[in-house]
């Protein structure tokens, strides 16, 4: 992600949850030395991206979302992928993430990429309250 993606990115925040991050605070990633964002750029518009943030070699994935017209295409997909490249190469040896327990498409998703469901955490998300699932995949560095 580059300060040109900030507004798109914060843009798809707002369309797709219902607790969205600011413009600032996705800008602030960009000098932010644990983060690591991606971006699915077409024709010049981010279609979906992912973040992270790593400490001591594990990390947390933020937030990932793609543009309700580019769902189901293998986007999210394919960025994950490349989080867990990069993740690689920067030397984290996991990824961990919350999703809300009623996203059965995602969790699929993430299944379908190797994640195991570690734990719950009651009543995490707000508007509408709801459980986490916290999934978790680990590597080899």
Request: glycine fraction near 8%; charge should be negative.
């Amino acid at each position: 992600m580059e300060q040109q993606h900030v507004a798109q990115v914060a843009e798809l925040e707002r369309i797709c949850f219902s607790d969205p991050w600011s413009e600032k605070s996705v800008a602030e990633e960009l000098v932010n030395p644990l983060s690591a964002w991606l971006v699915w750029v077409e024709n010049g518009a981010v279609c979906g991206y992912v973040g992270s943030q790593t400490v001591l070699g594990e990390t947390d994935m933020m937030n990932i979302a793609v543009s309700p017209e580019h769902r189901r295409m293998g986007i999210g997909e394919a960025l994950i992928a490349a989080l867990v490249e990069e993740l690689k190469f920067r030397g984290s040896h996991c990824l961990s993430l919350e999703v809300r327990a009623s996203n059965a498409p995602a969790i699929a998703l993430y299944e379908k990429l190797g994640f195991l469901q570690v734990g719950r955490r009651r009543g995490y998300y707000r508007n509408p309250k709801e459980d986490a699932l916290i999934l978790r995949k680990e590597w080899q560095v």
